[in-house]
Every structure is written in structure tokens, then in C-alpha cells.
């Protein structure tokens, strides 16, 4: 006759910030982020001036980080 396996214990995170999420992996980090916005800026600075207008754009300015860094929402 087969054994059968007994449930153990469910294991207990101490925080949300400790599990690891599989579709972590495929998100942006800050910096990607950041990068695609700057970009987004800079097409439609490309754009407008196509039909005439001035839209200036700060090479120095950058997007506000996440300080969680925390693009999945765990918490």
C-alpha cells in the first residue's frame, strides 16, 4: 500500500517585499523606465515641430523614480 503524504506547514512570509513574483522579471526597471519616457518626450517634440510648434525639451530632465522600486505592487 501507498504512503500518503501529510500536508506540512504553509510557509509565512515576513513581508510582501520578500516574495519573488514570476512576472517580476518581465517589467521595467526604474532606469528602463525612465529611458522610455524621455524617449516618449523627445517623439513628440519630433512630432510638434512637424507642424509648426516649439516644444522644448531638458535633456537633464528625468521622470521621478519609484523610491519602492516596486513595479509589481506587492504591498
Known amino acids: 500500500m501507498a504512503t500518503k503524504a501529510s500536508p506540512?506547514?504553509?510557509p509565512t512570509p515576513?513581508?510582501?517585499a520578500s516574495v519573488s513574483l514570476p512576472v517580476e522579471d518581465c517589467l521595467l526597471k526604474n532606469?528602463?523606465?525612465s529611458e522610455i519616457l524621455y524617449?516618449?518626450?523627445l517623439?513628440?517634440?519630433?512630432?510638434?515641430t512637424r507642424f509648426g510648434f516649439d516644444y522644448a525639451v531638458d535633456p537633464a530632465w528625468k521622470p521621478p523614480v519609484?523610491?519602492?522600486?516596486d513595479a509589481a505592487n506587492k504591498d
Open 8 to 10: 506540512t506547514a504553509t
Open 39 to 41: 524617449a516618449s518626450t
Open 31 to 33: 532606469d528602463e523606465h
Open 66 to 69: 519609484d523610491p519602492k522600486g
Open 14 to 16: 515576513a513581508s510582501a
Open 43 to 48: 517623439l513628440v517634440r519630433q512630432c510638434m
